[in-house]
């Protein structure tokens, strides 16, 4: 999808790599760009930058509501809703986490995509025309050292999107699907010991590369956006290897992925071969 002209909602908006995606869009000429957060004045202080085409809406995405009043919004001041970047996420839970983090995890993490999904879908088929742009992970395609919640919750961001692209892609919806390993922002700041086996498992790049990276992938039509390539190494050994199944320490997945010490020689194919027999 070419940008000029369109309207997008990007939720996450006031920070980060939604930030990064509100600046770019708008910077391709979008007529309007909805810049969408539970943190209000982050959100108003990003649209303010964008100029007339600009809006700030604060929403709390864990609501599903929150989807239906998204578009609405951008549909009163710009238009019809064409590009949907389903970007706010929670890192929370420290290794299999509370009963609290699993319900923000979905929430926002899945939920939301959901929830955005069954709001602009009825719009999109009668156009034939729409797009979505999920930020999941590299979590959602391998696994996150310390946190269930993300892990589990990334993984059906993942799976949720596959599914939109093979449902409806060829009734003009299309989908990407971004899945960076470490980017500098206050999530990975927050996130405590799974941000630091992220930090561990690869370089950290800067929000406005992904974005960069994501909307080359939305004008080409490409479904996957990985930020650091090698991840789709780790994720065709994972897929390859899976039934020899993990070694049981933990942390030794993250470490087969990809710390420096492992990817130095002779990479991640060592720990997975490790791994015991099966039976
Ligand atoms: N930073 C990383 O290393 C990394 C790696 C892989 C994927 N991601 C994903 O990238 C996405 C963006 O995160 P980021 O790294 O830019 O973090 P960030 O903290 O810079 O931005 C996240 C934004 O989402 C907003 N947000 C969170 N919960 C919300 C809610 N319930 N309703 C509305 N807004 C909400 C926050 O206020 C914040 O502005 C997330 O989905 C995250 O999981 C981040």
Same mark, same amino acid.
């Given at each position: 999808m070419e940008?000029?002209?369109?309207?997008?909602?990007?939720?996450?908006?006031?920070?980060?790599?939604?930030?990064?995606?509100?600046?770019?869009?708008?910077?391709?000429?979008?007529?309007?760009? #909805? #810049?969408?957060?539970r943190d209000a004045v982050g959100a108003r202080r990003v649209a303010d930058e964008l100029g007339p085409a600009g809006l700030a809406v604060a929403c709390d995405v864990a609501d599903p509501d929150h989807a239906e009043a998204l578009v609405a919004a951008a549909a009163a001041?710009?238009?019809?809703?064409?590009?949907?970047?389903?970007?706010?996420?929670?890192? #929370?839970?420290r290794e299999l986490g509370d009963p609290a983090d699993w319900q923000a995890a979905m929430d926002v993490n899945v939920g939301a995509h959901v929830a955005a999904a069954r709001a602009l879908l009825p719009g999109w088929l009668e156009r034939g025309r729409g797009a979505f742009l999920s930020t999941a992970s590299a979590a959602g395609l391998l696994s996150q050292i310390g946190s269930a919640p993300y892990a589990a919750?990334?993984?059906?961001?993942?799976?949720?999107?596959e599914w939109l692209a093979i449902t409806y892609g060829d009734r003009g919806v299309q989908v990407a699907c971004v899945c960076p390993m470490g980017v500098a922002t206050p999530l990975l700041d927050r996130a405590g010991p799974a941000g630091d086996a992220v930090r561990a498992a690869g370089g950290v790049v800067e929000p406005d590369h992904v974005a960069a990276l994501a909307l080359e992938a939305l004008r080409e039509g490409r479904f996957l956006v990985l930020p650091h390539p090698e991840v789709a190494g780790f994720e065709r050994l994972r897929a390859g290897d899976a039934s020899a199944? !993990?070694?049981?320490?933990?942390?030794?997945?993250?470490?087969? !992925?990809?710390?420096?010490e492992r990817r130095a020689d002779?990479?991640?194919v060592a720990i997975l071969s490790e791994a015991p027999e099966p039976g």
């Open positions: 940008l000029a002209g369109r309207v997008a909602v990007v939720t996450g908006g006031a920070s980060g790599i939604g930030r990064a995606l509100a600046r770019r869009i708008a910077a391709a000429g979008a007529a309007g760009v #909805v #810049v969408a957060d001041r710009f238009g019809p809703v064409d590009l949907f970047c389903a970007n706010a996420g929670v890192a #929370v839970g919750t990334k993984h059906a961001a993942v799976a949720f999107a199944g !993990w070694p049981g320490c933990g942390g030794c997945a993250a470490r087969s !992925w990809g710390t420096p002779p990479g991640p």
